[in-house]
């Protein structure tokens, strides 16, 4: 079956950096996708990857290792705004979105 | 960028009552949009594609006559929780791309409609 796992929550300091991973298994791959969501609001998109890699967008970026099925996003010089679910999803070969349960990000001052 | 808007936010109705929800792109056509439901702590789950002009294509699982989606234009799409019961009240999330702007399958969403049926 299809799986993608990202951890459940996550803790760091404002300020600090924090790495959230990912990794997939899925019946063919178009390009890995992270969103992020405020409690209560919809995604947000953030990142796309198809090749293996570092993105990088201001303090975000975003790893991909097709070989490995994995995937990092990465948060840098952390703002208590940051604090959100960071959602992973993988598009199959059918170009159907797979989606991670998410990742809690919790900032603290 | 684009903007998917979502109406109404919040909902809340009497068990055996139906509720429709508006999902509008406001400065693009989608020929496709999706509907997500998502509970409490879990990731999105897609309940249908809906298809300007033609029947929606619905998920497994996913109860066709109880969820109604309408995609009469290409900037409208619908969705309509037909006898509304407890066990439906979830946060339903529309999405749509726009093919003239974004990366490949970049998805815009509206801003999520929290239904709590009593």
């Given at each position: 079956g299809q799986n993608i796992d990202q951890p459940t929550e996550m803790t760091a300091t404002e300020g600090a950096i924090v790495q959230i991973n990912c990794t997939y298994q899925t019946s063919g791959f178009n390009g890995l996708f992270w969103y992020q969501q405020h409690a209560g609001e919809a995604p947000t998109f953030l990142s796309y990857n198809v090749l293996d890699g570092l993105e990088e967008k201001g303090r975000f970026s975003s790893f991909l290792s097709r070989s490995k099925g994995y995937s990092y996003l990465l948060l840098k010089e952390?703002?208590?705004?940051?604090?959100a679910s960071y959602l992973c999803a993988v598009m199959d070969s059918n170009y159907q979105l797979i989606w991670g349960a998410g990742t809690k990000l919790i900032i603290k001052p | 960028g684009a903007v998917v808007s979502q109406h109404p936010s919040w909902v809340i109705c009497k068990s055996g009552t139906s509720v429709k929800i508006e999902c509008r792109s406001l400065d693009f056509q989608a020929t496709t949009m999706f509907w997500y439901r998502q509970f409490p702590k879990q990731s999105l789950m897609l309940m249908a594609t809906s298809n300007e002009g033609s029947k929606a294509t619905y998920e497994q699982g996913v109860e066709k006559d109880k969820f109604l989606i309408n995609?009469?234009?290409?900037?409208l799409s619908t969705l309509t929780v037909t006898?509304?019961?407890?066990?439906?009240s979830s946060f339903y999330i529309c999405s749509a791309r726009d093919p003239g702007t974004g990366?490949?399958?970049e998805l815009f969403f509206g801003e999520g409609s929290r239904l709590t049926v009593l």
């Open positions: 952390l703002q208590m705004k940051d604090s | 995609h009469a234009s290409l900037t006898s509304a019961h407890p066990e439906d990366d490949v399958g």
